[in-house]
């Protein structure tokens, strides 16, 4: 190796390279820790949900709270199959009525919400800023405050305590209209629906071929946070229904917590079933985010 | 056409809305209604709201041994907790349940806002008063005459649990006066336990203590409410809890948390002066405890005395607008009284009957293993008869706990007193009746 000519180059090479790399270093680790406490604080209380769920009832009290015990792995299985048995498995019930809630709703709700989105961006017509500015309003409107009203009138045509009570209301999304609209504007341009115009296409067929397509990452948006609303909707469930067989597993699992002065075997029910309703959520999330993230970052490149 | 739907809707909603804001008490008009409760023709169904664990098994029995009145079971969250609001807005929207569980605290709330329907000319309801234990039946009928608008369902008399082992041990002997309790508290204390916690959210058992006192927080003439949270009786129960905050001979753990059934469990707390329904609450929390604990009764404000309180408890109410309060007071009686019945409600939802025969079902006569053998439902069924009949609850009872709650949150934290929060509760209840047109004195 030339051993005389390259130290300072060599020096300089590396001290050049290490000023930015030590600020690199510095606000890296900022940025990791500041992360870290964060990851730390949203994953303890799951952690805790975890841990409790493989514990027997007696065992809350008497064992670490975040720490598993010598027979956990038989205890978490052995509390799951008494949780779905209990009561003629009426919990097993509970998470399918809120995988039916949150999922048709969510579906018809993103459908709708796109089409109207994309009808206020790209259809030019009288009173198109008024509705849009409507809708914008209702999402100032917290969906509680709408939820004795919509009693109300519900019992008027005899449609409280129906599946229909819960599913109704959860198709409308204002948030959804305004991000369709937002996201339609920007990626779907007027030429390419001028062209398909010109191929023949109808404007229906347009929506769904074109529109929907160039506008899914915004879809896969809607569809998560319209889940996420659903599954997690408590008010209006607790004031429409009163049959626990319609009972969303938020609900129910309210009512449970609400008796154990009665029963304090409901306890244990209350935690492994929380930790049971976020199963689905979670999967919701890690399976539709690489929709969401390729989808955003699809175009900007271009 | 929608619009004008909607727009009608939307009125009609606010209407009622108004109306029951409006409604104001009614304790003095109309009587009874005797005689106007005759049996519908053909099979009906029935209605009927629970949040007891286990109470549509109940209901199942029923239905299976009633053809035609059958009842349809529905559920929700406890009382307080959503359902009493449910039963309001159902009433308001004229689609209430035939029947629903009201708590005896709540009970006022309702007959204020003319939501029960008064069931005294049914068949065998006004027979039925020897049935039940005298003050579960006089918090159904409210005093009044010929009236009856609910049928007792469970009750919450209250005892002493105490860690009898520990007690011997330490050579201390068991209370029998709160004289007494205070002396052992001091002992406990020295050995660095405490005797129990006090419980700022459980108003109502601190209700339950000056009940025991014979003491009353409301009151109510036919024409004016009166309330008297600083009444005698409840500031010397407030004085004497509040001695003990201040000495630090009591918890300020809140009851019925994680960390308060550790303490039960690790030895930490010695006594709980609660209700019937605790024998389970104490079962499942403190497991490693068991064969240690017994029941007493309440201590005493004189020795010798025999005065009991109640912690919680409830009825089965035929709710206004029911099409058929006959058929409704029918299983309404049958819920509460039918010795199968009783069984399974407290099997499956830990309920301690307030009919006078539920006392002696086998599972109330049996030894409770956890208790060393005691059998401890003895202990309750004289405390049931030693509760002072005719505690009146008010009508804004949601109300007053959450204020009276805040004030010894404060209290137990060191800034105030439990007295001051009486005080304080005292004068928000009286705007709160105000705010709603109750007539109240001043």
Redesign the interface.
Known sequence: MTTTQSPTAHTRSTSSRKGPMRENVLSRSAAMLIMGVFTIYFLTPIWWLLVSSTKRLDQFTSTAPLWFTPDSFVAFFDNIGRLFAYNDGIFGQWILNSVLYSGVGALLGTLFAAMCGYALAKYRFRGREVIFNVVLSGVLVPATALALPLFLIFSQIGLTNTYWAVFLPSLVSPFGVYLSRIFAAASVPDELIEAARLDGSGEVRTFFVLGVRLMSPALVTIFLFQFVLIWNNFFLPLIMLRDQALFPVTLGLFAWNSSIGQNPDLRLFVIVGAFVSIVPLIIAFLSLQRFWSSGLAAGSVK | MKSTF?RT??A??LV?ALALAGCTATSTEEPAASGECAPSDGPVTL?F?S????M?QVVALWNEQNPDIQVEF?????GN??TY??FF??I????A?DLGQIEYDALPNFRVQDGLENIAACAGVAEASDDFVEWTWSQVTFGEADAVYAIPQDSGPIAMYYRADLFEQAGIAVPTTWEEYRVAAEQIAAQGAFITNFPKTDVNWFAGMVWQNDGQWFANDGENWDVQLTSDKSVEVADYWQAMIDDGLVSALPS?S?EW??SF?TGAQWTWISAV?GA??I??????TAGNWRVAPMPQWEAGGEAAGNW?GSSTAVLKGSDHPYEAAQFALWLNSDPEALALANE????YPASKAGATLPVFTADQEFYGGQKIYEVFAQASEWVIPNFIWGPTMTQTYTDVSDGFGTALSGGGTLLDALTAGQQSTIDALKAQSIPVKE
């Open positions: 909607k809707a939307t009609a909603a009622s209605t709201t949040w007891v664990p286990g549509d529905q559920t929700g969250p406890s907790s959503g609001q449910n807005n159902e308001a929207a004229g689609n349940a019925f994680d059934n550790a469990n329904w389970g609450t079962r499942s929390g403190a497991p490693d919680g499956l939802g830990g309920l």
